[in-house]
């Protein structure tokens, strides 16, 4: 699947997880079209989700929000979202909102596509 926004590198299939990575800044620019990209991955029956932070720079409460939807809705079609590799700014982040206790997070996309399965 094609992806035309400047923030997502590429979407790819691995051990039966969908990695999606990101990069450069997940803010109010990005964020609809991030939107969108998940709920086409969920509707296409891709509810094993990464999203690979490992090259995002930045992120503010819209990419957090975005973040959020796509759990709720992977999680409500028994599907999960899994978070790789954030940097200091967005585990600061994550850890502030509470939202590390909530979506789990890997040290790289490589461990969260090989982490159990809950």
Do not use: H, N
């Amino acid at each position: 699947m094609l992806v035309p926004m400047s923030g997502v590198r590429q979407i790819e299939d691995r051990e039966g997880w969908t990695v999606v990575v990101l990069a450069g800044e997940v803010a109010l620019a990005l964020a609809p079209a991030l939107r969108e990209s998940l709920a086409v991955l969920i509707s296409e029956g891709r509810m094993r989700i990464v999203l690979d932070l490992d090259q995002v720079t930045f992120m503010d409460s819209a990419g957090l929000g975005v973040m959020v939807y796509g759990m709720r809705r992977a999680e409500a079609r028994g599907g999960r979202l899994r978070l790789a590799g954030p940097g200091c700014q967005v585990r600061r982040l994550l850890e502030l909102t509470g939202l590390d206790t909530a979506v789990e997070v890997f040290p790289d996309a490589a461990a969260a596509c090989r982490g159990p399965w809950r």
